[in-house]
């Protein structure tokens, strides 16, 4: 039976679109096309064969080709923000490191609220969302959740001020929370036994915000992840955590649906891998392991100095920090640490002045007068720069400065013995992380014998370093609240051993 060539052409085009490695016995069908048909037919059928023979590339090879990994996330301090050094946060952590892994650049896309994440994603207008989304049932039919990295509580949170609810039955009054959220649906099922129970969805602010509203007393409550809260106590002493209303759950990055596992897959490996090597407990511990340990307490002087007393040394941090080439925010987060700016602050150790510095310090630093607070601050500048600069260059930011200002509050010599000590027991003496947990041992006789400088209270520069660490974020978090124009600098963040 005769048949028409181009159907054929056709038929055979259908069939073989997306087997590239068949294109060359296309190509030969073609041009026996071309015994039987016109120029214009043949035109027809080389287009149709070009793209059959297009490489058909997976996500991976798309990502892998253009080398860019897009993703999308939320800008607040547990997922991606601008901090010290450059962007930070868990999310940014790790899609980074995922980047690097593929050798690709990492591209970030801020959508208007959690709605246009999801939206997003689900399109497949970007390759993963990673935005401290939580796994939900509801999200499931939306989207494919990666490996969870993270665990969280959902939290009644309300103002100390007002009476702690103690049941979703005492909930009494303005209670607001994230639309589209994870929350919401939480709610929807609680509402199923409370039917009594209400709130109203917000579509404009993020979880921040609604905390800020329940802090200065514009809502009642509201919902927030454990980590969120956490982290944003710290800005809020006023914030209380009522109740839990979940069980744990599980943060995860989220991709779109598709029958392309090849990116998925990677990604999955990926944190499999970081979970295995103690990396991602490491990462979680970093980001968040001071705001755990912080004294909320403490927020409401600090907040009450920021007022009070740093108007009259902003200058002098600031003159400093340029001359010694240090963030002046970091420098003055040292100093209240040290003094809570007290410019006639003095130790049972005899230790004096704004930045605390001991007599043999001061004279070396060319100090006269501790109690003076110009040359304190001057003197502490110059002391940490010289810290930095003792440490060995190949450690990276921010574990450098951390490294440094541990020595300021223990010594130099006692954090290198830590260091060794940490090499010695398997563990990674560049990483702050792993320094941290080794310090303490200084106080061990069993560890303390076999170091250099001997017995040390290890446990004080890891306290001293965390708080410093929420101070800075605060007093950052501070500034840019007075100053709007530097919203970009906002620090924000969270953490958890594992469930805040
Ligand atoms: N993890 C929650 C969610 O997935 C909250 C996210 C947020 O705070 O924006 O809905």
Partial sequence: MSQNPLEKGVNRVQILSGMSDKCDELLISVKNMRVFSGLIIV????????????????????????????????????????????????????????????????????????????????????????????????????????????????????????????????????????????????????????TELSWTENLDADSTELLTLVAEDLIDYT??????????????????????????????????????????????IFIDELKASGELERLLKNNYQHVKNYDYGGTHSFLAQIRRRLPNYQEMFREAADQYDLDWRLLA??????????????????????????????????????????????????????????????????DRIWIAIASYNVGFGHVEDARKLATKRGDDANKWMDIKATLPLLSKRKWYKQTRYGYARGWEPVRYVENIRSYYDILVWHLEKEQPHLRNLRPILAFSSNVL
């Fill in 43 to 194: 035109s027809v059928a080389l287009v149709l064969v070009l793209n059959a023979c297009a490489p058909q590339r997976t996500v991976l090879q798309q990502v892998l080709a253009m080398g860019e990994l897009k993703i999308l996330t939320r800008n607040s301090g547990t997922t991606y923000y601008e901090g010290p050094q450059g962007p930070a946060g868990l999310e940014f952590e790790l899609a980074q490191r995922f980047a690097q892994k593929l050798g690709v650049k990492l591209k970030i896309i801020i959508p208007d609220n959690l709605n246009g994440i999801l939206e997003k994603i689900s399109e497949g207008d970007a390759h993963i969302a990673a935005a401290g989304l939580t796994i939900t049932d509801d999200r499931k039919k939306q989207v494919r959740f990666g490996p969870a990295y993270q665990s969280i509580t959902q939290q009644v949170v309300y103002n100390v001020s007002r009476p702690k609810p103690k049941s979703i039955k005492q909930l009494d009054g303005a209670f607001e929370v994230l639309a589209q959220s994870s929350h919401v649906e939480q709610l929807k099922l609680l509402r199923n036994k409370h």
């Fill in 223 to 268: 919902v927030a992840d454990s980590n969120e809260m956490a982290y944003n106590r710290r800005y809020y002493p006023k914030l209380r955590v009522a109740f839990d209303i979940t069980q744990p759950q599980e943060l995860a990055w989220a991709f779109p649906i598709t029958k392309d596992d090849s990116l998925y897959n990677e990604a999955k």
């Fill in 333 to 398: 987060s040292v100093s209240y640490q040290e003094s809570h700016w007290r410019s006639n602050a003095v130790s049972h150790t005899g230790v004096r002045g704004m930045m605390m510095l001991t007599n043999n310090t001061a004279a070396e630093l060319g100090v006269s007068k501790r109690t003076d607070p110009y040359q304190s601050i001057m003197g502490g500048a110059k002391y940490l720069r010289k810290l930095i600069d003792k440490v060995p260059t190949h450690i990276p930011e921010p």
